[in-house]
């Protein structure tokens, strides 16, 4: 599970931290969800590159062991796109996406926007949150600037790893307990005696943008590459059906449920999971995306 090489790169004037697994093949890039790192990945990532596959899993930018944003700055949806952009293009110019929530819509964004540099998309439970109105915007313009000066105002907290870990265990009860300490101990880096979490704490204040549909769908129908979409079966964060089949339709996405799983089938049910993800990618890649 560990035997994986660690890599550094600078895109989108950021440095960014990869897991690699494998020498060659065709390059497949892991993309983690909000609040998490590229650890997620790591009973999935080896059984690909054992399929053939040459594997990535990234840190996004403020997770993990990648560069944080300076001051001033934000994590917007358009800044992920574009380091996605940039690392592809450092990982030979081409690559396939397998991407798990918040980074599930990222992917999308970006296979929308330079749809000839994604050979394959895997979307686990990433194709955005309900619409929104426009008139949600200004509120959230004052909830977003609400945050920031709640956070400017706040020290962050040390803890334990076993308090990480207790966290953990309480938002995501689904997670075998080698999970949670694994996920404690890759989410946390010491600080004098005690640990903290590696993510920027901005994170934490309500992105300023509303989520529009009708934006989104432009992207989704720019998707040239084959695509498929995860669920977990036993999932508490599906959205309505009928609105979900309408985004897999702009898509012309494929669609399978994980057994057993809910939002996180990659640390649920990872074997069950990579099976899936290995199939359609050998299917997907031997086709011209």
């Not at 890599?7 to 440095?15: H, P, S």
């Not at 999308?108 to 109105?133: F, H, M, Q």
């Not at 640990?195 to 901005?202: I, M, S, V």
């Not at 300023?208 to 989104?216: F, M, N, S």
Request: aromatic share 10%.
């Amino acid at each position: 599970m560990h035997d994986f090489r660690e890599r550094f790169v600078t895109a989108n004037r950021l440095r960014h931290h990869l897991l690699e697994w494998g020498e060659s093949g065709p390059v497949v890039l892991l993309l983690h969800g909000f609040l998490e790192h590229a650890h997620v990945w790591d009973w999935v990532a080896p059984r690909l590159a054992e399929g053939g596959f040459h594997v990535f899993a990234l840190d996004w930018r403020g997770h993990g062991d990648s560069e944080w944003i300076g001051a001033g700055g934000y994590y917007h949806f358009a800044d992920y796109a574009a380091d996605l952009a940039f690392l592809v293009r450092e990982l030979g110019g081409r690559a396939a996406l397998v991407a798990h929530s918040m980074g599930g819509g990222a992917a999308v964004v970006y296979a929308g926007t330079e749809p000839e540099r994604v050979t394959a998309l895997v979307s686990i439970e990433g194709l955005g949150v309900p619409d929104s109105g426009f008139d949600s915007a200004p509120p959230r313009f004052e909830t977003w600037i609400a945050d920031l000066e709640r956070l400017l105002g706040r020290s962050r907290p040390a803890l334990t790893l076993e308090q990480a870990a207790s966290r953990l265990r309480a938002r995501f009860p689904r997670f075998s307990e080698e999970a949670v300490q694994h996920m404690a101990a890759f989410g946390t880096r010491p600080r004098g005696a005690a640990r903290e979490w590696k993510f920027d704490p901005l994170h934490q204040t309500r992105s300023p943008q509303p989520y529009y549909v009708g934006q989104a769908r432009a992207f989704w129908r720019r998707v040239r590459c084959p695509v498929l979409y995860v669920e977990g079966a036993e999932s508490d964060l599906r959205p309505p059906e009928d609105d979900l089949r309408e985004r897999l339709a702009d898509l012309r996405a494929q669609r399978v449920a994980i057994p057993g799983s809910g939002h996180h089938p990659h640390l649920e049910r990872p074997r069950e999971l990579t099976a899936v993800v290995a199939e359609f990618l050998r299917g997907a890649l031997m086709r011209t995306c």
